[in-house]
């Protein structure tokens, strides 16, 4: 199993990234995938998730409106369209397995493998 983040890098204020997520070992079809931040001296945060059955995309509401969650089955990866970026969203950025119900979908306990982080830096 592997899960393997990539995109991220530094942005302008405003601009936009887009971060992968490519799985390996396991298929999308029987995991959801959820994306994590954690930025320095703040504690995880969870920022969006993709169910493994219905599709079902979820966000935080730091993120919703200028974050966008999809997956491609085909090529096993999820994608984050971060748009609109913030000076506060700099965090290094996870992705991780999981099939939380909904109602734990933000719980990081919730997800058994995780990716190793991408870094996203948003200049003001």
């Known amino acids: 199993v592997q899960l393997q983040a990539s995109g991220g890098g530094l942005a302008q204020a405003g601009g936009s990234l887009r971060l992968s997520c490519a799985a390996s070992g396991f298929r999308l079809f029987d995991y959801g995938i959820g994306w994590f931040r954690q930025a320095p001296g703040k504690e995880r945060e969870a920022v969006s998730y993709?169910?493994?059955?219905?599709?079902?995309?979820y966000y935080a509401n730091s993120v919703k409106g200028r974050f966008t969650t999809s997956r491609d089955n085909a090529k096993n990866t999820v994608y984050l369209q971060m748009n609109t970026l913030k000076p506060e969203d700099t965090a290094v950025y996870y992705c991780?397995?999981?099939?939380?119900?909904?109602?734990?979908?933000?719980?990081?306990?919730?997800?058994?493998?995780w990716g190793q982080g991408t870094q996203v830096t948003v200049s003001s």
């Open positions: 991780a397995r999981g099939r939380p119900v909904s109602s734990a979908w933000s719980t990081s306990s919730m997800y058994d493998f």
């Open positions: 993709i169910r493994h059955s219905t599709g079902q995309i």
